[in-house]
């Protein structure tokens, strides 16, 4: 029997996580050989890569907080824009429809202009039709001379009065004539104005339905940058909400980081310094710590035939039909580092072979070593129950741990001839 210290021995932060089996069943054996358990110098680069990460996620974070800046002034810049090129379009309609209505006001006065025009030509040619009929009259009377005096039934007198009353009245269609002709033109002056001054607003018209379709064209390229900016925006305040999502997880994944820091820094404050033997090289020659066949299975699922006082399935280790009162022996050298009653397990000896290797049994009726004892290969550590009521058919039953850090392995490729 090795070394029995008076005073007792605190379990470790981390075998206390081993025996409350919080961590999880490693998925293949051949990889716990090519991993290492977490140090606190990876912890520690963890920690600042996460670091590293969350300065990054900043820069990220303010990058994307300038862009959105950026986005909610061009979205502003464009609205005001927008808003004056409606304010321009909707002046060129107005103006658009008063020239509409000055064009139907000046084609109506271009048609009354046109039926007086028609007018004073037809009173004009009936005007010259009577002046014609007056002045052949006129040359077919001929001049008051001797033989209209002789044969005439009126008198002298008579005659020259008809005479001039005659030329009178020629004159007086020859100057209302001339008044029809100088009406008309001037009708005509006043068309020619008209038509003028309707091709004008007609020119300035279309002018305005060019401008108005020239703004029309500028207000759906602002609309459709507006668009633009505005998906932008909100891209860019999605990108913010993400990279503060993905800020706050790495902030909660450094606190846990630093959490486990700490429970690391705790568990090497109270680990015992190990025993200096290299465990790894024992793989394959391990003898069992009892005799008797394998029970159960490293991950089997159902373990119909364990006693109800070990842990369930899935199986972290296995389970080894025994003797009643059959000892139990330490797989290799190494420190007790807890010798006592565990829920589920029973009474449990863990024992720290070195380097992070820890072997565990449990199941025992009777734990004959103490913690901190320094232990050989071999050396009785319990013995099995002599009850058999709480084992199997067989008799009273071993589990079986073995350990690299807090990561449970298969025993059996460690024991000799499995």
């Not at 429809?97 to 009354?112: F, P, T």
């Not at 007086?116 to 037809?122: G, H, K, R, S, W």
């Not at 290797?357 to 070593?369: C, K, N, P, R, W």
């Amino acid at each position: 029997m090795g070394h029995r210290p008076s005073t007792p021995l605190l379990l470790p932060v981390a075998l206390l996580a081993l025996l409350l089996g919080q961590l999880p069943l490693a998925a293949e054996e051949a990889s716990l050989y090519k991993r290492r358990p977490p140090t606190s110098e990876d912890y520690a680069r963890q920690g600042e890569d996460y670091t590293r990460q969350l300065e990054r996620l900043h820069q990220d974070l303010a990058e994307q907080e300038g862009l959105a800046v950026e986005a909610w002034q061009r979205e502003q810049s464009l609205l005001a824009e927008l808003a004056q090129l409606d304010h321009e379009v909707t002046v060129r309609q107005e103006r658009q429809g008063e020239l509409e209505e000055q064009i139907v006001r000046q084609r109506e006065l271009i048609a009354r202009q046109r039926a007086e025009l028609d007018q004073a030509l037809l009173e004009l040619n009936q005007a010259e039709e009577h002046l014609r009929a007056r002045l052949a009259a006129a040359y077919r009377m001929g001049a008051t001379g001797l033989l209209n005096i002789l044969f005439s039934a009126q008198s002298l007198p008579e005659l020259l009065t008809f005479q001039e009353s005659f030329h009178h009245i020629i004159e007086h269609d020859r100057h209302s004539f001339a008044r029809y002709r100088q009406n008309i033109a001037n009708l005509e002056e006043a068309g020619q104005m008209l038509d003028r001054k309707q091709a004008e607003l007609l020119a300035i018209s279309e002018a305005l339905q060019r401008q108005e379709e020239e703004l029309q064209e500028a207000r759906d390229q602002h609309a459709a940058l507006l668009r633009r900016a505005q998906i932008e925006k909100q891209l860019y305040q999605r990108a913010r909400q993400e990279i503060a999502q993905a800020t706050e997880k790495l902030r909660a994944a450094l606190t846990d980081l630093q959490a486990r820091m700490e429970v690391e820094a705790a568990a090497q404050r109270l680990r015992p310094t190990p025993f200096t033997g290299d465990f790894a090289a024992l793989r394959g020659r391990l003898v069992p710590p009892t005799s008797g066949p394998i029970l159960s299975r490293f991950g089997q699922k159902e373990i119909a035939s364990r006693s109800s006082a070990l842990p369930r399935d899935p199986s972290k280790g296995i389970t080894i039909a025994g003797a009643p009162g059959a000892g139990v022996y330490a797989l290799a050298r190494g420190t007790v580092a807890f010798a006592d009653n565990v829920e589920d397990y029973g009474k449990t000896v863990i024992i720290d072979h070195g380097n992070e290797y820890f072997s565990l049994v449990a199941g025992l009726g009777d734990i004959l070593t103490l913690p901190r004892a320094e232990v050989r290969q071999g050396e009785i550590i319990g013995r099995l129950k002599h009850d058999t009521g709480e084992g199997t058919a067989a008799g009273p039953v071993l589990y079986l741990e073995i350990r690299w850090g807090l990561r449970p392995i298969d025993p059996l490729p460690w024991l000799r001839g499995q």
